[in-house]
């Protein structure tokens, strides 16, 4: 896990400067100049079925789930995350849970969910354990926001290790082709970070990985 996430206090003030500088989706890179356009284009790639139930592991602040619930209102949301101060700013309406992705299980009674989103996480926990969790609860689709081809200073300097695509493609998860002239990185200024880390993301691929239950 990320050391941040071991003070409550300063993911609360890192999260609200991001807010304050206008991103509210905490991923490396987006599939388009825009976050609306990033989260439209995740859309049209998993397309719930109408009242789809959507579960977000480590959900950040849930910024594409909230354009997500923009478009389509009909959708609910279970918004899972480790840290209450990310839970409390949370800008998609749902259900918040608090607690370790990996550990999560569907309770007693209630439907699988329709879709499952893992965008930029699994680097922090044990991520077979939390995909074969997030399988076990998914009846439809699961969707897989990663980076691959990272180096050791990336692990190192981010501190971050993204799943393996051996893990992935064992796990039953497919590529979903995009070139990489199509992402756009999303900037980091002096305030998140050093020459190294902004050097360390650049050279990494995104990844989208989707599993269809």
Known sequence: MHPLYGDEALVDRV????LDQGRTIFQLWLAGPTEREHSVTMLDIVRPPHRARILSLGCGVAGMERWWHTIR???????????????????CPGHRLLGDAQGYTLPVGVPKHDVTVLAYMLGH??????????????????????????????????????????????LGFRVHR?????WHRVPMGDEDGTDEQRDAVSHSTPVIWTRHG
């Open 125 to 170: 926990v044990d991520a077979q354990r939390t995909l074969e969790h997030a399988i076990a609860a998914t009846c439809g689709t699961i969707l897989v926001l990663d980076v691959m081809d990272v180096s050791d200073a990336f692990k190192r300097l981010l501190h971050y290790d993204p799943p393996s695509p051996w893990t992935m493609t064992k």
């Open 15 to 18: 999260t609200r400067q991001h």
């Open 73 to 91: 209102p009909d959708m609910t949301f279970t918004l899972q995350n480790v840290s209450k101060a990310q839970l409390d700013l949370c800008l």
């Open 178 to 182: 995009r070139p990489k002239a199509a």
